[in-house]
């Protein structure tokens, strides 16, 4: 039974072959002639037709201009030679590695890959692809040949063959215009496939579709059912079948494929005449001795309308005016992202606008009608101005950010950040800006990332995620630390208003007036909440806690203990100026004695990180190695883990506690 399925899927690989290939090359003397990227266009009253024809040939060949007759539905006309060079050339090096292939096979694969990219053109694109159990691209179309043999040399044998998954994957990242090849090297038939013959038909059909010529080296295999799909995959743009039994012979048939793309030629043909629809054109010609033939079918596309009225011609968009071809259709397929994009920037506009003048808490309401009446540059906000400028959609998104933020247990610090920087904000109005932030991130992510969209989406999503939280520690952290560097001169103040005669009361509402922020307002509203009734004392320590600032508390604990045991506060709170001052000096001596190993600590950190966004957008295939392959999973894991330690170890290192 195993040997009729064989027979069966061989003879239907065999017929899905002959059937996709209408036309079919002479080969004589080991000169193989393929026929791709053949394009039929037409404009006004003309029309055009155009092609590669791709020579394989142990000897070197080329086609004889003179030779070359294009035929379309049996009228001749007159057909140009050009080389190649300036076409769009890609080709994929599709490499079995099956367990069958052993350590030696593997060996092969590397010698005989890199013979191919030594003598392959400088202008041809190749990537890599591999298939075992499972099949995919390990490095698109590239320029860069040591990337590719670095890709191939990490390959290994093991597993089953997916062979038809294995050319799907080739062919779907060889999408476009321009010339495409594949070379396949295999030893076995597809063991993978559940319908086998429905997987050979859809593989069969993208290189069809794609105008990809297939050149195929069988090794070290006479399975018919092998044999017979391999010869399909070779039929269909006029690629060939070479067997090698060993290194030499493998090396010699990809030196053979690297070198067909030297001789590849673009033929090209005017027709004088409008035409529309399928057509059948015929071309013939000399390789050296060789004579060759295609006659195949092609599409000249719609016929265009006759108007009704005369018309002023339609000016050309200024890319297609001035012959620029992909351009287009790189726009297109970045639109939906820059869509998104300014999509989010809007929504991010809108909603910070909405929320603008609603940006603050009961509390700090209530506390500023009542400083209104003790400091008098403060200003009440106007309840019916708030209700008028609060749409409904912005209270349900408020609301429902209120109960999301409500039973988290981070709440209670990010509101202590919130007032530490001063920002006016509440829970839910800072969890609405953080989602907004990572939808921002991640569409600007999609956008700038080029081939790498979904890490630059990962990556965008991230840094949204996390810079909020940090450009809030970062304002918080500023602004305590300019309350601690203004807080000694604050002591000296009050220690002088005392000495003048003047209450404590009375020495803080001075502060309050006449220092800058943002000591000024934190002693504003310390001194609000004495006038509702709280101690003296629990104000300040409230702002110290606020603030959370050491100097603020010691100078709260030397006004108790002058309050409990007596003494001179004017006295006390000039000592403890000094002291505070002194501390800052010796806080900035120490900063400036550990700023290089601070400054090294951060390029070590952010050297990997600007590295790896760096090659995801210049050399994509060879960083995508990190998450494709299981050394490289390996690899990354170990990386991250090592950076995190690396940077505790440096953050404890140049820490210093004054």
Known sequence: MRLLRRIAVGLSALAVGLVGVPGTAVAALDVTVGLSNVKATTSGSASSLSGVITLRSKIDVQVDPASLKVKVDGQEYPATVKQAAKLDRRAMLVIDTSGSMGAQGMATVRKASATYLSTVPADVKVGVASFADTAGVDLPPTLDRAAAQRVI???????????????????????????????????????????????????????????????VVRFKSNDPEATA?????????????????????????????????????????????????QHTYEITGM?????????????FGAAAPAPATPAVPATPAPAQAAGVGPAPVLVASRTPF??????????????GTALAPTLQTKRERRVAAIGAYVVGDTVALSRQEMKAAQSTITAQLLDMGDRVMKDRKSTSKTMSLIERADLPFRAGEWLVLRVIAVIVGAALGMVFAGEAKFV???IGGVLGLLLMPLGLRFAASRRARKFEAQLPQILLLISTSLRSGFGLPQSLDAVARDAAEPAGKEFSRAL???????????ALERVADRMESKSMHWT??????????????????????GTLRERESLHRQVATLSAEGRLSAYILIALPIFIFLYMTRVNYGYVSLLWTTMPGLFMTGFGLVSLGIGIVWMRKVVQIEV
């Open 287 to 299: 390789a050296g001795t060789t004579g060759f033939g295609f006659s195949r079918q092609i599409d």
């Open 153 to 215: 040399n990490g390959l290994d044998s093991r597993g089953d063959t997916s062979l038809y998954a294995g050319m799907q994957s080739a062919a779907a990242v060889l999408s476009g215009t321009g010339d495409r090849s594949i070379v396949l090297l295999s030893d076995g038939a597809d063991t993978m496939a559940g319908d086998k013959v429905k997987a050979l038909q859809d593989a069969l059909a993208k290189l069809r579709a794609g105008g990809i010529r297939v050149d």
């Open 229 to 277: 799909a391999l010869q399909s995959f070779a039929a269909v743009n006029g690629g060939s079948v070479v067997s090698a039994e060993d290194t030499a012979g493998a090396a010699a048939a990809f030196q053979a494929s690297a070198q067909a793309l030297s001789r590849q030629v673009q033929f090209s043909t005017t027709i004088p005449k409008a035409l529309a629809g």
């Open 528 to 538: 609000a909440e004495t006038r509702i009734g709280t101690d003296i004392s629990d």
């Open 556 to 577: 709260v604990m030397a006004i108790r203990i002058q309050r409990e045991v007596g003494g001179n506060l004017a006295d006390t709170l000039r000592t403890t100026a």
């Open 456 to 458: 630059g989406l990962f």
């Open 338 to 351: 820059i869509a998104a994009a300014l999509l989010g920037l809007a929504l991010f506009v809108v909603i």
